[in-house]
Antibody
Framework: QIQLQQSGPGLVKPSQTLSLTCAIS??????????WNWIRQSPSGGLEWLGR?????????GYAVSVKRRITINPDTSKNQFSLHLNSVTPEDTAVYYC?????????WGQGTLVTVSS | QSVLTQPPSASGTPGQRVTISCSGG????????VNWYQQFPGTAPKLLIY???QRPSGVPDRFSGSKSGTSASLAISGLQSEDEADYYC???????????FGGGTKLTVL
């Protein structure tokens, strides 16, 4: 049974970088059949896919156009986890952030982290 | 503005059958399978339907999914009070090269 455990600050100042980590148990970040995603949910409720990383003989990443210039998702094989870094944040980045595993479809989610962007 | 379009709300009485629609385009629903998620307040979404009409282990067969062209539907039969939740559709989008989500439908059991 997979578990995705998120960690990171719940408050980030405008213009700074939002950083979250998702620790994986029950699977490997280097799995050849999984992709590791970050998704956020705005206060109004909508879900927005931010990006993913996955390993298929080498590492790949893909990002949503809306955040492409500001986002980095990195795998950490030594700790079996992956991270999200979103820079130059504004109050519009305030949301609940989720990490999630996809194997053909998004099937497992982390517990979510409410991140508020405020000074 | 979500890529996939869902009605913001739906309702039904216990025992009724309710359907929730999800409309997209050729780059997402039209060419790929659809997944549905159920979310209760304060919790993460939970996979309800995958590959358009498949139920994960543990999901009651009261829940079913279908697709026609660029639209998909989630049907809930024998509605129960514990089905009151938010429901989201999702599909891979070949143009975006990412996951597209619907805006969510809040289901109320009257």
């Amino acid at each position: 049974q997979i578990q995705l455990q998120q960690s990171g600050p719940g408050l980030v100042k405008p213009s700074q970088t939002l950083s979250l980590t998702c620790a994986i148990s029950g699977d490997s970040v280097s799995s050849n059949s999984a992709a590791w995603n970050w998704i956020r949910q705005s206060p109004s409720g909508g879900l927005e896919w931010l990006g993913r990383t996955y390993y298929r003989s080498k590492w790949y990443t893909g990002y949503a156009v809306s955040v492409k210039r500001r986002i980095t998702i990195n795998p950490d094989t030594s700790k079996n986890q992956f991270s999200l870094h979103l820079n130059s944040v504004t109050p519009e980045d305030t949301a609940v952030y989720y990490c999630a595993r996809a194997r053909g479809w998004i099937e497992d989610w982390g517990q979510g982290t409410l991140v508020t962007v405020s000074s | 503005q979500s890529v996939l379009t869902q009605p913001p709300s739906a309702s039904g009485t216990p025992g009724q059958r309710v359907t929730i629609s999800c409309s997209g385009g050729s780059s997402n629903i039209g060419g790929n399978t659809v997944n549905w998620y159920q979310q209760f307040p304060g919790t993460a979404p939970k996979l309800l339907i995958y590959k358009t009409n498949q139920r994960p282990s543990g999901v009651p067969d009261r829940f079913s999914g279908s697709k026609s062209g660029t639209s998909a539907s989630l049907a809930i039969s024998g509605l129960q009070s514990e089905d009151e939740a938010d429901y989201y559709c999702a599909a891979w989008d070949d143009s975006m090269q990412g996951w597209a989500f619907g805006g969510g439908t809040k289901l109320t059991v009257l």
